[in-house]
């Protein structure tokens, strides 16, 4: 993958080279192979490479063969070999960004309808002198933006954009949203004036600045369920995950994967295994907390596919350490724990490769976490009036013990009004009462729930819509990238994506097993001790580390003179939040976790523009 970046000025004076420059260093991390820029009027565009595909040609930013379209490309085509067997263009590289040229050539925009893989780009047209920036389906790959009368400023990570839009500032509508889901929700970001493209969009900028944005892919709607055994379910969902397999091999570099020993990351090696003339080479983290800890089961599938395995180990000084420099590269709060460790997996794994494929994806598609056994309480909560259900609910949440984790999420969930409100509250640090407790002002309404089938099916597509791209897909790239790692998920491929969104819930969670269809295809790869073993999940043992090692640093952070989000955050509620936990009485991680990556990233980020540190 890569870095881009550019602009696109519509008074019609000249963009400084410097300008396009500056913005490139911001993101040569991304691409250390190569960079590149090119200017014309009123329109630069910048590059760093990551050589994946023709890692010796195809250098950036790249002219059409009839010189009108120039693109600045992050991203790779999987099927661009099949496309360019079928095009009659003049080609002059193996790669495949030349491919995408030669598609927006034959048919403008309508070209994205052909591209199977994950990509963010901008085409500049030279015939209408206009801009398009492009985002894959899934939302895998970052593309930002900042549009206002006397430009258009794009990249694939804010801190590019900070040379020409100057010091960044908190976008307080967004905070409530941050605090509610530790992520920002497409098409906002923390940052005022800077906006994501939402996945499976097109934005079109005319030279004099008309925007037009729209959506170029949506997952099938609920009525376009199929009417399917659930035996031929599991036959088609293997046979769409194999070919997601065989499309994200593609590469002229060696490609490894990650392995955590769970079910999907397991598969997906049991499936690349089978592609390779070689051993693979696979990767896990290790935390030293036998709760979280999944190295032994994932040495177990490294033996029996004859991988080259690898193992990283974090703890809370290494965690400490690497925290701010990372919050920089995010561009955001940290919004897992778990991101530092996929950082040091990345950093890790580029030793040995220089693309790894993972298994996100599958639990947002498949229904593959706790809260779906209980999808359906989403929707019928709302039978009981709020100011029955609500008080009953808290009183439950608050006389329940430390350990029962799972009820009190449930319990705070299901005291939310609306069903959309209960959806984000499976995954909510705080509820929208205390959100607007602690603001001091009242939460803006969620947007209304999707047309959906059941809970099962509501869940998976706002997940799907929210929780994968704008958290987790966001956490992997920003992660892999500031190790100048490219990582695959063959469970985002969209064919998968739209079978998957069309199978009936009833094959994702089977007599109470979660993703029991995805189990049961990974039946046929691996042995039932990795396939039927408890979902332990990705986790940082934080709350220990938060009543041990990471104590004093949590209260010097939230409740110094010097904290940021003090200003923005009643101090009290922070204060108990503290004391409620390093006491033992209640396990607040999740919530001190948000806070806490708030102020990191409100001192590394919002008063400071410097470089990344450490990305040289």
């Not at 696979?282 to 994932?298: I, L, M, N, Q, Y």
């Not at 039946?523 to 332990?536: A, E, F, G």
């Not at 006491?583 to 607040?588: D, F, I, K, M, Y």
């Amino acid at each position: 993958m890569c870095g881009i970046a550019g602009v696109l000025r519509f008074d019609g004076q000249p963009v400084d080279p410097a300008l396009v420059a500056a913005m490139a260093d911001r993101l040569e991390h991304r691409g250390p192979d190569d960079r590149g820029q090119w200017l014309e009027s009123s329109v630069g565009l910048g590059h760093t490479r990551l050589s994946i595909i023709d890692p010796h040609g195809s250098p950036q930013p790249m002219e059409s063969a009839d010189g009108r379209f120039h693109i600045t490309f992050n991203g790779e085509i999987f099927n661009y070999r099949e496309l360019r067997s079928r095009l009659d263009y003049p080609f002059r590289t193996n790669g495949d960004t030349e491919v995408v040229l030669a598609l927006f050539t034959a048919y403008g925009v309508q070209a994205l309808q052909h591209l199977r893989g994950q990509f963010a780009f901008a085409v500049y047209d030279r015939e209408t002198g206009g801009v398009t920036l492009a985002r894959d389906r899934m939302g895998i790959l970052p593309l930002v933006y900042s549009l206002d009368h006397a430009s258009l400023t794009f990249g694939s990570e804010v801190k590019a954009l900070l040379p020409a839009i100057g010091e960044p500032r908190l976008d307080e509508t967004s905070l409530a949203h941050y605090l509610r889901r530790r992520a920002v929700p497409a098409p906002d970001t923390l940052y005022a004036g800077v906006r994501k493209l939402p996945p499976g969009h097109v934005l079109s900028v005319s030279a004099s600045g008309k925007a037009d944005l729209r959506a170029y892919w949506t997952p099938p709607p609920p009525a376009q369920v199929m009417r399917i055994d659930p035996q031929e379910a599991v036959d088609l969902v293997d046979q769409r995950l194999q070919d997601a397999v065989r499309d994200a091999m593609v590469a002229d570099v060696p490609v490894g994967s990650y392995l955590s020993g769970g079910v999907d990351s397991s598969l997906i090696v049991a499936m690349a295994s089978r592609l390779t003339d070689t051993p693979m080479h696979t990767f896990c983290a290790s935390f030293g907390d036998p709760r979280f800890d999944e190295v032994e089961h994932a040495r177990r599938v490294s033996d029996l596919f004859g991988t080259n395995h690898h193992e990283v180990a974090l703890d809370a000084s290494g965690f400490q350490d690497l925290w701010p420099r990372l919050t920089v590269h995010r561009d955001a709060p940290v919004s897992e724990p778990a991101d530092i460790a996929v950082f040091l997996l990345a950093q890790d794994a580029r030793q040995h490769v220089k693309v790894a494929l993972s298994g996100e994806g599958s639990d947002e598609l498949f229904a593959g976490y706790p809260k779906y056994r209980f999808a359906d309480l989403t929707i019928r909560a709302g039978l009981v009036p709020a100011a029955v259900r609500r008080p009953l609910l808290h009183l439950a949440e608050r006389a329940a013990p430390t350990s029962a984790t799972r009820a009190r999420i449930a319990a705070r969930a299901l005291m939310e009004g609306s069903t959309a409100e209960r959806a984000v509250g499976w995954f909510a640090p705080f509820t929208t009462t205390e959100v607007a407790a602690m603001l001091g002002r009242p939460m803006a309404p969620e947007p209304p729930a999707p047309p959906h089938r059941d809970g099962i099916d509501l869940l998976c597509r706002m997940d799907l819509a929210g929780w994968l791209p704008d958290n987790l897909l966001e956490r992997g790239d920003r992660m892999s990238m500031a190790a100048s790692l490219e990582v695959r998920p063959p469970f985002l491929d969209h064919r998968l994506v739209e079978t998957a969104m069309r199978l009936p819930s009833d094959v994702k969670v089977r007599d109470g097993q979660t993703k029991w269809v995805v189990k049961e295809v990974a039946d046929r790869y691996l042995p039932q001790s990795i396939t039927q073993r408890r979902k332990v999940g990705f986790k940082v043992p934080l709350d220990a580390w938060f009543r041990t090692g990471m104590r004093d640093l949590s209260r010097d952070l939230l409740l110094s003179s010097d904290s940021i989000t003090s200003s923005w955050i009643e101090p009290s509620a922070v204060r108990a939040l503290l004391d409620s936990h390093t006491s033992g009485r209640r396990n607040e991680e999740a919530r001190l976790w948000t806070l806490l990556s708030l102020e990191q990233w409100a001192r590394t980020c919002l008063r400071s523009t410097a470089e990344v540190p450490g990305s040289h």
